[in-house]
């Protein structure tokens, strides 16, 4: 059974800062990779995907790795803002037709001002 | 933004009453999910479909019924609700194999059992 962890649990940063959102998986046997974001009281918004062939995709100031080897992606967003609070999830979908995603309990980020 | 709307958005209920909560899609995506969020928790799938009358059970199915008739719905249907399902319930929707791989997201059902 596919199991997803994120670490750590909440994180708290100065604006400006860099930071790197982590995410494990247990079964390497992966199809893709993706992080959420959602804010509180709302649905989940796309940020990323990562294929299993791809080791890191780009999006403004968002950069997402993937090393399936060793079950592990990042997220890093760089020169963090106040509008960036938020929890962000990741998901590992499995490579059934099915398509079943595994979500982690989510990393919840607050940058202060 | 992928064409998914969920109804109803807010419910209250009582313990021991049949609900039943739609999906509604306009993309004509071959498969749909229902997951269930518990606060601080991720997602966990409730149960999927991958295509009209066709479904299966997922993580947590204990308690729930789907039905997909048509490709644009999928219905979750709590036969008996109980307190434990008191959860916000998001659907998803993803194409077949020969589309983007991204699944997309309703806006959230959510459901309290008093």
């Given amino acids: 059974k596919q199991e997803v962890t994120q670490i750590p649990a909440a994180?708290?940063?100065?604006?400006?800062e860099n930071l790197?959102?982590?995410?494990?998986?247990?079964?390497?046997?992966?199809?893709?990779?993706?992080?959420?974001?959602?804010?509180?009281?709302?649905?989940?918004?796309?940020?990323?995907?990562?294929?299993s062939s791809q080791r890191e995709q780009t999006s403004g100031r968002l950069n997402a790795s993937l090393d399936k080897s060793s079950g592990r992606s990042t997220l890093y967003i760089a020169a963090s803002q106040p509008g960036d609070s938020a929890t962000y999830l990741c998901a590992v979908q499995d490579n059934t037709n099915a398509g079943k995603s595994t979500f982690g309990d989510g990393t919840t980020l607050t940058v202060k001002p | 933004d992928a064409g998914i709307t969920?109804?109803?958005?807010?419910?209250?209920?009582?313990?021991?009453?049949?609900?039943t909560l739609r999906c509604h899609q306009t993309e004509n995506h071959r498969y749909m999910y229902w997951y269930r969020q518990d606060p601080g928790h991720g997602l966990r799938l409730i149960h999927y479909s991958?295509?009209?009358?066709?479904t299966d059970k997922g993580e947590v199915s204990d308690g729930y019924s789907v039905s997909r008739s048509k490709t644009e719905d999928f219905l979750l249907?709590?036969?008996?609700?109980t307190s434990s399902q008191t959860s916000v319930y998001f659907c998803a929707i993803r194409p077949g194999l020969?589309?983007?791989?991204?699944?997309?997201?309703?806006?959230?059902?959510?459901?309290?059992?008093?």
């Fill in chain 2, 77 to 81: 249907t709590l036969e008996s609700a």
């Fill in chain 1, 20 to 51: 790197v959102l982590n995410c494990s998986f247990t079964d390497s046997a992966i199809y893709n990779l993706q992080w959420f974001r959602q804010d509180p009281g709302k649905g989940l918004t796309s940020l990323l995907l990562i294929q």
């Fill in chain 1, 11 to 16: 994180l708290s940063v100065p604006e400006g």
């Fill in chain 2, 6 to 19: 969920q109804s109803p958005r807010h419910k209250v209920t009582e313990t021991g009453t049949p609900v």
């Fill in chain 2, 98 to 114: 020969e589309g983007a791989p991204e699944q997309y997201f309703g806006p959230g059902t959510r459901l309290t059992v008093t």
């Fill in chain 2, 50 to 54: 991958y295509g009209v009358k066709d």
